[in-house]
């Protein structure tokens, strides 16, 4: 396979982290927390990639779902974090095996293949009155004043009361089963000769906007990802500095991008 990544900041000032194995990428996105927790949601990002890239390296054709899961716990352990009370991740893991592409999605990262996008949207599906109350607001201009910080806490501490549990949505932190919610794929190569990885920093804006970062190939030729994200960030500072256009929670989330080709 074929791997291009792109990250905005870069790698060590993001809580967005990428792996990459010799068959595998790993997506990260650590929630941005609003409310105090004991490590920073890129420390744990970081060190949950690094072990699933640990363990597909050693074991290219691990189950992906057991993978992630003791690495869940293996983090959770290593860092002494107890469910409830710990940082957050999205992880997506694409692999390449036996002609086949595998696909495991736990969180809102997203994944644009060559006739679908697929993520995990039960976050959004809650739709708490706190999300709704803030993006209203951003849209008549009132910009990421107090209000609109108290309002993202508060959505933060009640997302934070469905995290994990039958009904609420699942993420990636100190309990190993949310690794079993996890959305699961496999797709033979010969339909899936490509895949876009992004979290949903990058996503958002770039679907926005209406850039598409296709593989040489695909349909057109996608300018290079840095530059795509460049576009994005450019865009959110002088075009949309108070996100009246496209509602979010802060000015600029981070953003990355993987593109695969397999060959």
Same mark, same amino acid.
């Given at each position: 396979?074929?791997?291009?990544?792109? *990250?905005?900041?870069?790698?060590?000032?993001?809580?967005?982290?990428?792996?990459?194995?010799?068959?595998?990428?790993?997506? !990260?996105?650590?929630?941005?927390?609003?409310?105090?927790?004991?490590? /920073?949601?890129?420390?744990?990002?970081?060190?949950?990639?690094?072990?699933?890239?640990?363990?597909?390296?050693?074991?290219?054709?691990?189950? !992906?779902?057991?993978?992630?899961?003791?690495?869940?716990?293996?983090? #959770?352990?290593?860092?002494?974090?107890?469910?409830?009370?710990? /940082?957050? %991740?999205?992880?997506?893991?694409?692999?390449e095996r036996d002609?086949?592409?595998?696909?495991?999605?736990?969180?809102?990262?997203?994944?644009?293949?060559?006739? *679908?996008?697929?993520?995990?949207?039960?976050?959004?599906?809650?739709? !708490?009155?706190? #999300? $709704?109350?803030?993006?209203? $607001?951003?849209? @008549?201009?009132?910009?990421?004043?107090?209000?609109?910080?108290?309002?993202?806490?508060?959505?933060?501490? *009640?997302?934070?009361?469905?995290?994990? &549990?039958?009904?609420?949505?699942?993420?990636?932190?100190?309990?190993?089963?949310? #690794?079993? *919610?996890?959305?699961?794929?496999? $797709?033979?190569i010969c339909k899936?000769?490509?895949?876009?990885?992004?979290?949903?920093?990058?996503?958002?804006? +770039?679907?926005?906007? $209406?850039? #598409?970062?296709?593989?040489?190939?695909?349909? @057109?030729?996608?300018?290079?990802?840095?530059?795509? +994200?460049? &576009?994005?960030?450019?865009?959110? %500072?002088?075009?949309? /500095?108070?996100?009246?256009?496209l509602p979010r929670?802060?000015?600029?989330?981070?953003?990355?991008?993987?593109?695969?080709?397999?060959?």
């Amino acid at each position: 396979m074929k791997v291009e990544t792109a *990250q905005l900041p870069p790698f060590e000032d993001s809580d967005d982290k990428i792996f990459v194995t010799p068959n595998a990428v790993i997506m !990260l996105d650590g929630a941005s927390a609003f409310m105090p927790v004991p490590v /920073p949601a890129a420390t744990y990002a970081e060190h949950l990639g690094r072990h699933i890239a640990h363990t597909l390296t050693t074991a290219p054709e691990a189950d !992906l779902v057991e993978a992630l899961a003791e690495a869940i716990k293996a983090i #959770a352990d290593q860092l002494d974090l107890t469910p409830g009370r710990s /940082p957050s %991740s999205t992880v997506t893991i694409a692999r390449e095996r036996d002609e086949h592409l595998d696909l495991l999605i736990l969180g809102d990262n997203v994944v644009v293949l060559p006739d *679908q996008s697929i993520t995990d949207d039960r976050i959004d599906r809650l739709d !708490l009155e706190p #999300a $709704r109350r803030y993006r209203e $607001r951003l849209t @008549t201009g009132c910009g990421f004043d107090n209000e609109h910080r108290r309002l993202v806490r508060e959505l933060q501490r *009640q997302q934070a009361e469905h995290r994990n &549990q039958p009904g609420g949505y699942w993420i990636a932190e100190a309990n190993p089963n949310a #690794a079993r *919610q996890a959305l699961t794929l496999t $797709r033979r190569i010969c339909k899936t000769p490509w895949a876009v990885l992004a979290t949903d920093g990058a996503y958002n804006t +770039l679907n926005h906007l $209406r850039l #598409a970062p296709l593989p040489i190939g695909a349909r @057109t030729i996608s300018p290079p990802l840095d530059e795509l +994200l460049t &576009q994005c960030q450019r865009w959110e %500072s002088e075009h949309d /500095p108070e996100a009246r256009k496209l509602p979010r929670a802060k000015r600029h989330d981070d953003k990355s991008l993987t593109r695969i080709q397999i060959e």
